[in-house]
């Protein structure tokens, strides 16, 4: 799925504002069939829960609707339109005056609607987009919704963030020519100085292709004739962590020598490998310094904003971080546009996160449920679990910042049914992208012991919290119980292992001379705790603190206005931690 932008053969209009808005039940049935009769407007991109002083809408379960008019350009005869939704959480539907064009399930990757046949050039069309908040056992990310005594209903969920809902990303409508190119797949490789391109060009009919590849000032440094094909770049320059460089695959569709439609891509040439118990970016062993991180922000919720999308790339720069994972859900496109142009690594993560009931067990990790069972996680989670890995990979496959698929977070991988559950999903991944490692995030409950998956995988993603939910406020224990724990993976299977979360809730301005939890001292000692004994371990290629910065969950009695093991505050200022941080990542510069 390509990312709309303007050539010269498409347009693209961007629809993003303040838009009415209402809740389900306050205006009628069928509030698509005609003008949204409601004094609220809501701002896109945005979750809508946190714009509203009524907790009846910051706590609604089901839908709610945004509206507004849409003035199709006056040039666009003969064109298609397309009408782009680049996120709707959890499920959206689209309607053009009372027509329904699209519907989609899944909050965190795009969906489109061809509706040429609703709309006429030079003229305006209502736009209505339903968007609903439910979370069921089928749903990626699980949840459950249950009534109360009072006859509300109330979603609960098993993730650890708050469920934020709406049009978090923008809406845009683009024109594209009656033939067009759909899709373009771009996989390199290295030839000692020479790139290797391998390209794929979908059209939307058969028709004539050709392709050029430009270099960052626009020279042509390789053109071939073909839908598909392997383009050379002679003297290339590598794309690497911390030194992007990217060219454009300029794809023409020809008709009788006139060029009908171009859309350039961007790609890196690189390449990633696994091999033993090293991660190798062009062959070099690579070490990952940097976090797991949210979309949240106050008011905008999980709304995209490039203000933050800037100064959150400006901290983890100056903290020495060169990478982050995008937990728990695939990010906006704009992200990895960003970390694709400043060679920032990224391990793309689906939503599959709290497909775990055993959580539900509190620390005992003793399941209350089974977590796959017919009536739990069963066959149609994975069924949608499977649509959210190939949307994943189809809008995400060629940004070269990202080196890895994160299949899930903290699944029940000890518990049984795991495997029978997760090897088809990794088959499915490998089938989608060949080029790239898989993995998951491991739970605590999952050990090297117990644990029924991690073979599958090429590496071994591991969360741990000691020091913080288990030794609470003993480092010295905590330290032992890592480095016991982290030499038996190492030894059970020989992968490479990115701790993949470690943290401790920290409240700014909390200070003592002892190991108290909360405190930034605390923090900082936890983390120093950790980075000794992955240091002690050659099989550790990676530390992703959790979290960049604080953020906002459900309540809880472990929750303090959310979960606050940010490095930096949700206005994003350094705790005591982010100094220390920034001096031993600076010093390690990707190698440990
Ligand atoms: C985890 C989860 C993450 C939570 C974190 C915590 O293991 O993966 O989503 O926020 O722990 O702070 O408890």
């Known amino acids: 799925m390509l990312k709309p932008r303007p050539t010269a053969t498409r347009e693209l209009v961007n629809l993003d504002g303040v838009w009415k808005f209402a809740v389900e039940g306050t205006v009628g049935e069928t509030p698509w069939t005609g003008p949204l009769d409601t004094p609220l407007e809501a701002a896109v991109p945005a979750s809508y829960n ?27 005869e003969g064109d298609r339109a397309i009408l782009r939704v680049d996120a709707a959480t959890h499920r959206g539907r689209v309607y053009v005056d009372g027509a329904l064009v699209a ?17 006429r050039p030079g003229q305006e069309f209502r736009l209505t987009i339903g968007v609903n908040n439910e979370l069921t056992n089928t749903t990626i990310p699980p949840g459950r919704i249950t009534v109360s005594q009072d006859g509300r209903r109330t979603q609960t969920y098993l993730h650890d963030f708050y469920n934020y809902a709406g049009l978090a990303r923008s809406v845009w409508l683009y024109s594209v020519p009656a033939v067009h190119i759909a899709d373009i797949t771009v996989v390199t490789g290295l ?6 391109v391998d ?5 939307s009919m058969t028709a004539p292709v050709r392709v050029r590849v430009l270099d960052p000032s626009g020279d042509e ?21 911390g030194a992007a460089h990217l060219y454009d695959l300029v794809a023409e569709v020809m008709d009788a020598g006139d060029v009908v439609d171009t859309y350039a891509q961007p790609f890196g040439v690189r390449t990633v490998e696994v091999r033993g118990a090293q991660f190798l970016i062009n062959g070099e062993p690579f070490y990952f310094t940097g976090f797991g991180k949210h979309e949240d922000t106050p008011v905008r919720g999980k709304g995209h904003d490039d203000a933050y999308l800037v100064h959150d790339f400006q901290l983890m720069e100056w903290a020495g971080a060169n990478s982050f994972r995008t937990s728990h859900y695939p990010y906006a496109e704009e992200v990895l546009d960003f970390a694709d142009r400043h060679g920032i690594v990224v391990i793309d993560e689906t939503a599959a996160v709290g497909l775990n009931l055993a959580v539900e067990g509190g620390l005992t990790g003793a399941p209350v449920r089974p977590t796959f069972s017919p009536d739990t996680i069963n066959d149609d989670t994975r069924a949608a679990h499977a649509r959210a890995i190939r949307e994943l990979i189809a809008r995400d496959k060629n940004h070269p910042s990202v080196v890895m698929w994160c299949i899930a977070n903290e699944p029940s991988s000890n518990e049984e049914g795991a495997r029978e559950y997760f090897e088809p999903l990794l088959e499915l991944t490998r089938k989608l992208d060949p080029t790239r490692p898989v993995c998951y995030a491991a739970v605590m409950f999952a050990t090297s012991d117990n644990d029924r998956i991690a073979d599958l995988f090429d590496v071994l993603c591991i969360n741990r919290y000691y020091g913080w939910y288990i030794a609470t406020g003993d480092l010295a224990t905590a ?25 401790a809730d920290t409240l700014q301005g909390l200070h003592s001379v002892w190991d108290q939890p909360w405190t930034e001292e605390y923090q900082a000692a936890y983390l120093a705790a950790y980075h000794r004994t992955f240091d002690r371990i050659e099989e550790v290629v990676g530390e992703h603190i959790w979290n960049f910065a604080d953020f906002q969950t459900s309540n809880g009695i472990h929750r303090v206005d959310g979960n606050r093991k940010g490095v930096f505050t949700r206005d994003r200022r350094p705790k005591a931690a982010a100094r220390a941080l920034r001096a031993r990542w600076r010093g390690l510069d990707g190698r440990k």
Do not use: C, N
């Open 221 to 241: 440094v390789a053109v071939s004739d073909g839908a598909s094909g392997t383009l050379r770049i002679e003297d290339v320059t590598p794309w690497r962590p």
């Open 479 to 503: 330290e032992r119980y890592l480095e016991g724990d982290l030499r038996g993976w190492a030894a059970k299977f020989g992968k490479p292992i990115i701790m993949s979360e470690y943290g």
């Open 191 to 196: 030839d000692g100085t020479t790139g290797t």
């Open 50 to 76: 946190d714009l509203f002083t009524d907790s009846a809408i910051r706590d609604h379960v089901g839908w709610v609707w945004y509206q507004r008019q849409v003035r199709v350009p006056r040039g666009w």
């Open 199 to 203: 390209y794929e060009v979908t059209t």
């Open 103 to 119: 519907e989609h399930i899944g909050g965190y990757t795009p969906f489109e609607a061809d509706i040429t046949d609703h709309i």
